[in-house]
Nanobody, 126 residues
Framework: QVELVESGGGAVQAGGSLRLSCAAS????????MGWFRQEPGKEREGVAV????????YYADSVKGRFTISQDNAKSTMYLQMNSLKPEDTAMYYC???????????????????WGQGTQVTVSS
């Protein structure tokens, strides 16, 4: 049973924009915490942005602040990551994740998340 499905990745030039989507099974979407993570080959998975059940953003990586925006559409059980002013260093596989966490524990710690999508590749060329 597919629970989280990402889409929207692709190849863009530096300065461009992409919007990632994460469609969730309804019971997963009702989890208290959702987030976006990214991973480059040979590196650890890092948190990009996290949002709690109330729709409040609890975390943005310093490297994406002011450029990326996390949001949700409750009617569609979908989470988004709007990425603007993309840089080559944003190149990575991007994953969405979900977990049943209280607001205080809804942070960018990959180990706390129970459900993961298959990932969508983002490639930014200079």
């Amino acid at each position: 049973q597919v629970e989280l499905v990402e889409s929207g990745g692709g190849a863009v030039q530096a300065g461009g924009s992409l919007r990632l989507s994460c469609a969730a099974s309804s019971y997963i979407y009702r989890s208290n915490c959702m987030g976006w993570f990214r991973q480059e080959p040979g590196k650890e998975r890092e948190g990009v942005a996290v949002i709690d059940a109330g729709g409040f953003t609890t975390y943005y990586a310093d490297s994406v602040k002011g450029r990326f925006t996390i949001s949700q559409d409750n009617a569609k059980s979908t989470m988004y990551l709007q990425m603007n002013s993309l840089k080559p260093e944003d190149t990575a596989m991007y994953y969405c994740a979900a977990a049943y966490l209280s607001a205080s524990r809804c942070q960018a710690d990959a180990g706390r998340f129970d459900y993961w999508g298959q990932g969508t590749q983002v490639t930014v060329s200079s």
